[in-house]
Structures are given as structure tokens and as C-alpha cells.
């Protein structure tokens, strides 16, 4: 009887060591953090909707150890891949465009935010005063995020020391003066076709 007892016993602590060690790997497949706790701020930037279809599409990083974002980045050929509209999603709207550039410069760690400036060339980028904008992840991982006037935007990626891997634009129509025929509500993603935004500057 104190045999079984024992042996009972050995196999709860044996389980439970097991959970333990598998809970706290989950921790750094998920890019929370490690532990460190989950950025939800993406949350009160696009709609619950459009959020669940982004993360279909693309990854959304909410950890709260983002690496330091600097630097201008050349995204070719950019390629949107998704529209979706009312509850209809679009996966076959494949358009490629010529390149667009990303600057991200200001990184703040203690309030993980950065400034971003976007644009068709690197003079017109480099002349705009980027949006302060959230920025979420865990080690090279990054989500930025941020409401603007017409629009939603997020960019999730990968840094690495010559570019941005796995780079992904998605982008939410907020008012009817957006234009291009996009109604409030609508979405499109986007990504690096060849894989990696080249940094540039």
C-alpha cells in the first residue's frame, strides 16, 4: 500500500514538473515575452474583425521586449496578397507594386513606441516627420501599430542585420476620404515578395 502511495506520488511530481517546464517554453514560442507579459495595444487600434483576419495572414508579435527599430528599409516588390470587406475575404487579390520605403527612427523602449514615415521615394520619406506610433515583440520580433486620420496601419517583421524578414503590411480604412473606391471597414494586406525588406539607410 505505502508502495503504490510512493510511487502514486512520484508520478504527480513527475507531472507536474512537466507542465511547469512546458508552460514556460509556450512563453517564448508565443512572443509574449518570455514571461514578461503580452502588448494588447493593437487591440484598440483595429477592429476585433479585421484583427482576427490579420492574424491569418500575418504574424502580430504583443510582446512587451521589442528590438530597437531604426533605420530605412526598402520593401520590393510589394505585394498585396488579402482585401477583405464586409464578412467576404479575398485571398486570391494578388497585385504586385513598386517598391515603398519605411523609415523608423525615435525608438523609445520604457514607452515602446517609434516614430514611422512611409513613401514611394527615399526623399520623400526622409522629409516627413514620422507618426509616434506602438511598438510591440520580443527579440528580433516586431509589431508597430497606429491610428491615423484615414487609416489603421500595422507592420510586423523580423530584424536582422541587413533588413527586415518576413515584413507585412496591413492597412484599415477608417473614414470615406481615404479614396480608391475603399468603404470604412475595409482592409488589404501586404508583404515583401522576395522575403526581405532591404535596409537601405
Not at 503504490?4 to 512563453?27: E, H, K, P, R, V
Not at 504583443?62 to 464586409?86: F, H, M, N, Q
Not at 486570391?92 to 525615435?106: E, G, H, L, M, T
Request: proline residues 2%; charged residues 25%; glycine residues 10%.
Amino acid at each position: 500500500m505505502k508502495k503504490t502511495n510512493f510511487w502514486s506520488l512520484m508520478t504527480l511530481f513527475l507531472c507536474a514538473i512537466c507542465a511547469t517546464t512546458l508552460t514556460a517554453c509556450g512563453d517564448d514560442d508565443d512572443d509574449n515575452g518570455g514571461g514578461g507579459g503580452s502588448d494588447n495595444r493593437i487591440n484598440s487600434v483595429f477592429t476585433s474583425k479585421n484583427l482576427n483576419t490579420m492574424s491569418r495572414f500575418m504574424p502580430i508579435h504583443r510582446g512587451t521586449t521589442p528590438p530597437a527599430l531604426e533605420g530605412t528599409y526598402k520593401v520590393s516588390p510589394d505585394i498585396k496578397i488579402v482585401e477583405a470587406w464586409d464578412d467576404y475575404v479575398d485571398e486570391d487579390k494578388v497585385q504586385i507594386y513598386s517598391a515603398y520605403y519605411w523609415r523608423f527612427y525615435d525608438f523609445d523602449a520604457e514607452n515602446r513606441t517609434v516614430r514611422v514615415a512611409s513613401g514611394e521615394t527615399l526623399s520623400e520619406v526622409a522629409s516627413k516627420t514620422g507618426a509616434v506610433s506602438y511598438i510591440s515583440g520580443s527579440g528580433n520580433n516586431f509589431t508597430v501599430c497606429r491610428n491615423l486620420d484615414t487609416r489603421n496601419y500595422a507592420v510586423s517583421g523580423t530584424l536582422t542585420s541587413s533588413g527586415i524578414s518576413n515584413f507585412f503590411f496591413a492597412c484599415e480604412v477608417t473614414d470615406e476620404d481615404y479614396g480608391d473606391g475603399w468603404d470604412v471597414g475595409d482592409l488589404w494586406i501586404s508583404k515583401d515578395g522576395d522575403g526581405m525588406a532591404e535596409k537601405v539607410e
